[in-house]
């Protein structure tokens, strides 16, 4: 069956869990955007996020699966415009808030093949510019590395997690996880 939610771009496909078994996407309602898993096997589609609803309705809008398929990061933006950076398991149940972002606000990316990073945009409501960023997932701490300039898209850890790869105004860029001068 099709998808029920979705939005437009990327999210509307989905993502793909790296053991390639299920689909993560946005379902949209009047009260807020839930994070639907739907199990390929089976067809049969799960809310994770429903039984969240104490922690303040919002939406999820990005994530990603850890590399052994088991979690989910995702962005969080509650009603009061406050948003954070959770974990999910995939069987649903209580997420872990990693960080509060306060009033700014996180796209995720990808997740580091060891479990302790993730990796996206990081945007400020003061300032119009964002930047590429990790998160460390033990501390929470947001680290920027880089600010974004023109359309930053499709952030990936290399294999090693020394690097972030990317797309940028339709070329590719590389930068160090530690920081320093993209290639």
């Known amino acids: 069956p099709p998808l029920r939610g979705g939005v437009a771009g990327d999210a509307a496909a989905g993502v793909l869990s790296p053991d390639e078994t299920m689909v993560a996407y946005p379902e949209w309602s009047a009260t807020g955007g839930d994070l639907v898993v739907r199990d390929l096997r089976t067809g049969k589609d799960r809310n994770l996020t429903a039984g969240t609803r104490g922690q303040g309705h919002g939406s999820v809008f990005s994530g990603c699966w850890s590399s052994d398929s088991q979690r989910m990061a995702y962005a969080w933006s509650a009603a ?4 954070s950076v959770r ?14 972002l306060k ?24 300032r119009p510019i964002s930047a590429v960023a990790t998160i460390e997932l033990a501390t929470g701490t947001v680290r920027e590395l880089e600010p974004q300039i023109g359309g930053t898209e499709h952030l990936r850890f290399s294999p090693d997690g020394r690097f972030i790869v990317g797309t940028r105004s339709g070329k590719i860029f590389v930068v160090g996880v530690e920081g320093g001068e993209s290639m």
């Open 80 to 83: 009061d415009g406050n948003e």
């Open 103 to 126: 009033h700014d606000n996180f796209s995720l990316h990808d997740y580091s093949t060891d479990g302790k990073f993730l990796v996206g945009k990081s945007g400020r409501r003061t």
């Open 87 to 100: 974990i999910i398991s995939r069987d649903g149940g209580t997420p872990k808030i990693i960080c509060d």
